[in-house]
């Protein structure tokens, strides 16, 4: 298998990723995908936070948690309920498992990111300067880069000391 993603690799790796969860919406009441970080993932306000930004985020989807539900060749987009109603676009690349209820894995993909193309005018090709690389020279910033460190966000509660009635 060759080593290079192309792009007929990452429409067909989109088109089955599309299928199985339209499927999952059609029977499950409610399910559960585990998005890995990607450049196109949008929570919103809130985004990744912390462990998030390097394990991803196991979104839930049922009745109370998504609204606004609409998918296509590009990705998921909805409302989700997190403190309050966020937008969301998850891209199918980032999509990485899904879980059913119990919790038991009903599908793992393989997650792929290669940029989309970006089109320009073949006109002007001969006037304009080679595509930059991908990778940031050493003298621009990249931009997702933080100067501090965001204030943790994660509110975690200990049940093992409450006591049963």
Not at 7 to 32: I, M, Q, S
Request: hydrophobic share 35%; glycine share 4%.
């Amino acid at each position: 298998m060759a080593d290079k993603i192309t792009p007929e690799d990452l429409a067909y790796n989109r088109r089955v990723k599309k299928v199985v969860v339209e499927t999952l919406f059609e029977v499950c009441e409610t399910f559960y995908l585990h998005c890995v970080p990607h450049p196109d993932l949008y929570l919103g306000g809130r985004g990744l936070i912390d462990k998030e930004k390097e394990e991803g985020i196991v979104l839930v989807f049922g009745p109370y948690s998504a609204r606004r539900l609409s998918w296509d060749e590009r990705g998921i987009d909805c409302d989700m309920h997190f403190a309050r109603w966020e937008p969301v676009h998850i891209p199918w690349e980032c999509v990485h498992r899904a879980f059913d209820k119990p919790g038991q894995f009903l599908m793992q993909w393989v997650t792929m990111n290669v940029p989309e193309p970006t089109l320009r005018d073949a006109s002007k090709l001969d006037q304009e300067e080679p595509a930059p690389d991908a990778e940031p020279s050493a003298d621009e910033s990249p931009a997702q880069e933080t100067p501090e460190k965001e204030p943790e966000k994660i509110i975690e509660v200990d049940f093992t000391k409450r006591k049963k009635k």
